[in-house]
């Protein structure tokens, strides 16, 4: 019989997956400027780890209320959870980092 290995937390970031969700109303400048800037910091701080889906609440305004949308561009960490939200154009990387509880790889 072998003991069961755990995970240190550091392997448990490493693994971690993020599920983030971006709900935009069409792809005016300010849209376009969160999903760039989203794509960013997932790519610097969560690469391989993550998953987007952005939600056109223009097509699908009824979507809107599954995450309790109020204001746009808001995005919504799904997983892991708790469930998070940041609202803007997500400019400044380190107030989306703390934000979402997005805790990078060294």
Same mark, same amino acid.
């Given at each position: 019989m072998t003991a069961a290995k755990s995970k240190s937390p550091k392997a448990q970031t @490493?693994? @971690?997956k993020y599920m983030l969700?971006?709900?935009v $109303?069409?792809?005016t400048p300010k849209s376009? !400027?969160?999903? $760039?800037? +989203?794509k960013k910091i997932c790519e610097e701080h969560m690469k391989g780890r993550y998953q987007i889906e952005v939600v056109d609440l223009l097509v699908n305004p009824a979507l809107a209320k599954d995450d309790q949308i +109020?204001? +746009?561009? !808001?995005?919504?960490?799904?997983?892991?959870e708790p469930i998070k939200k940041i609202i803007g154009d997500l400019s400044n990387t380190e107030r989306v980092l703390v934000g +979402?509880?997005?805790r990078p790889v060294d």
């Open positions: @490493e693994d @971690e969700r971006l709900y $109303a069409g792809q376009m !400027t969160a999903f $760039a800037n +989203l +109020l204001a +746009l561009p !808001t995005l919504v960490r799904r997983l892991p +979402l509880d997005i």
